[in-house]
């Protein structure tokens, strides 16, 4: 008999980086096809699942725009990006027989639902997969904030951030061979220390919600599955 998840409903935060593979822009469809069976298998099990999706891949506000194109506008460019990927996801869903729908924080209503919170609670409720675009739909936050912001809205419980690196560590392991990963660690050790897991606003906020944060390596897209689980994967960020 296989073992129940651990958690009803979770808020998937992957970044565009990371949809893009090893061509670091752009769309991998493999990845993105290996990402959404992964998720098909967690809806499969009982899961609800909401999914916040990055820009990285197409666009990135600050580090693009910076010094060429005022802040704000910049912003508004990667929540256009942010909306991109997510019909290249929910299109890919789709193919695979997932029940998917997409909201948007900002209006485009000939191509996405606009985010309403009772109405994205519906459709996990009924088994359908809600793929949130364009961020907060405010400048100046990013979409870590914003998978914070929803997860907190839907009442999930935990968040998922998949990302390039497969934990915590004490500092960038790419750069220091020195670093260490932590399987678990406070809130406060994360904004004590600056470690790179989430901005200060989206760490405060989930803090504040009380929503543990799973950091693990989305390399291996099956890690979505092993920590709806309950499974030890990457690493847990608590009070």
Not at 154 to 167: E, M, P, Q, S, T
Not at 192 to 215: C, E, F, G, Y
């Amino acid at each position: 008999m296989e073992e129940k998840p651990k958690y009803k409903r979770v808020l998937l935060k992957i970044s565009g980086e990371a949809l893009a593979g090893e061509r670091h822009s752009g769309l991998d469809f493999k990845v993105i096809s290996e990402v959404s069976r992964a998720v098909g298998r967690c809806v499969g099990l009982g899961v609800q699942v909401g999914v916040v999706i990055g820009g990285g891949n197409f666009w990135r506000g600050v580090k693009d725009g910076e010094g060429k194109i005022e802040r704000t506008r910049a912003d508004h460019m990667g929540m256009l990006a942010t909306a991109m990927n997510c019909l290249a996801v929910a299109d890919v869903m789709g193919q695979q027989g997932i029940d998917v729908r997409v909201q948007t924080a900002i209006e485009m209503r000939t191509i996405a639902e606009p985010y309403i919170r009772l109405r994205a609670m519906h459709h996990l409720e009924k088994g359908r997969v809600v793929l949130f675009g364009c961020g907060t739909g405010s400048p100046f936050f990013s979409t870590d904030t914003a998978a914070v912001l929803r997860a907190a809205e839907i009442g999930a419980d935990a968040i998922l951030l998949a990302k390039n690196i497969d934990g915590v560590y004490s500092a960038d392991p790419r750069t220091d061979e020195s670093a260490v990963k932590y399987d678990a660690i406070t809130y406060d050790e994360v904004l004590r220390q600056h470690l790179a897991v989430m901005d200060s606003t989206a760490t405060s906020l989930s803090m504040d919600n009380d929503i543990p944060v799973i950091v693990f390596a989305l390399k291996d897209p099956e890690n979505i599955v092993r920590a709806v689980m309950g499974e030890k994967v990457g690493t847990v960020v608590t009070k």
